[in-house]
């Protein structure tokens, strides 16, 4: 892919996004988006609780292999309208080689809402 590097921010721009951990407790396809997609809520512990939000993952996952699954997701961003669906949160992956997104999560089990530092 070979994207350049962006630019330098400060450890305060840092701070201002939130990234949590959650885990996803139910998904389902979403072929009526304009790329095929999975529907994804996620339960992000007591404090923030469950969001919701859609994927371009079809390439690498089936919904129903998600559920159970930490993902790391920016829970700071306003809502945002796909087609029918108001999505609430954003999870994060890397491009594998193909240009598909791979999810980001944990190496090891953390508590749901736990925030990236």
């Known amino acids: ?3 350049a590097a962006a630019a330098e921010i400060t ?3 840092f701070l201002k996004v939130d990234i949590r951990v959650g885990t996803v407790v139910r998904t389902e396809p ?3 988006a304009r ?3 999975v529907k994804l809520w996620v339960d ?3 404090e923030i609780g469950e969001r919701k939000t859609s994927a371009q993952i079809t390439e690498n996952y089936e919904p129903e292999q998600l559920v159970g699954r930490q993902v790391a997701a920016v829970v700071n961003f306003p809502p945002k309208q ?6 609430e949160v954003l999870v994060l992956g ?3 080689t193909e240009g598909n997104v791979v999810l980001v999560r944990p190496d ?3 508590p749901d809402g736990s925030r990236l530092h």
């Open 1 to 3: 892919m070979g994207d």
């Open 35 to 37: 790329r095929p997609a």
């Open 11 to 13: 450890f305060d721009d």
């Open 94 to 96: 890397f491009a594998d």
């Open 44 to 46: 992000f512990g007591p």
């Open 82 to 87: 796909i087609g029918k669906f108001r999505s």
């Open 30 to 32: 979403y072929p009526e």
């Open 108 to 110: 090891k089990p953390v």
